[in-house]
């Protein structure tokens, strides 16, 4: 909820007191006024503790969603060099691969050539966009 400066002015202080272009005679108040002439504001300092029942409860937390390790098909395996990982990072090592090959196209980078093992992945295809890696690695995660 949004209070406006000329509401919020016109009820704390009695004459036209504007916020948005101050001015040195718009600051100060009349002598006879009830209100301060500087206003403070005062912060409160709270510290929070975590239990150590919370704290043994956030340690054995287990990765889920696409942060979870899978295992993953033999093709996909070979490619990233472990038989359960997590999607994350079979991406990131997909894309270092990519890079250490030099299989972006050098006119577009958006496309990427495929291999021999890639095209395993990647459903046989030569090209693949980068949008597409994704999708396409997605059958390679098994339940």
Not at 111 to 139: N, T, W
């Amino acid at each position: 909820m949004a209070i406006s400066s000329v509401s919020f002015t016109s009820f704390f202080f009695p004459k036209d007191v504007s916020f948005l272009n101050p001015s040195p005679s718009s600051c100060s108040l009349p002598p006879a006024s009830p209100y301060p002439a500087t206003l403070r504001v005062m912060r409160t300092v709270t510290c929070a503790t975590v239990s150590p029942q919370q704290q043994q409860q956030q340690q054995e937390r287990r990765p889920r969603g696409i942060m979870k390790p899978r295992r993953v098909t033999p093709e996909m395996a070979e490619l990233v060099g472990a038989s359960e990982i997590p999607r994350t990072q079979a991406l990131k090592r997909i894309w270092a691969y990519i890079k250490e090959h030099n299989l972006q196209d050098p006119d577009n980078k958006k496309i990427i050539i495929c291999d021999e093992k890639l095209k395993k992945i990647f459903s046989g295809r030569d090209q693949v966009g980068f949008l597409e890696v994704a999708g396409l690695i997605s059958p390679h995660f098994l339940k």
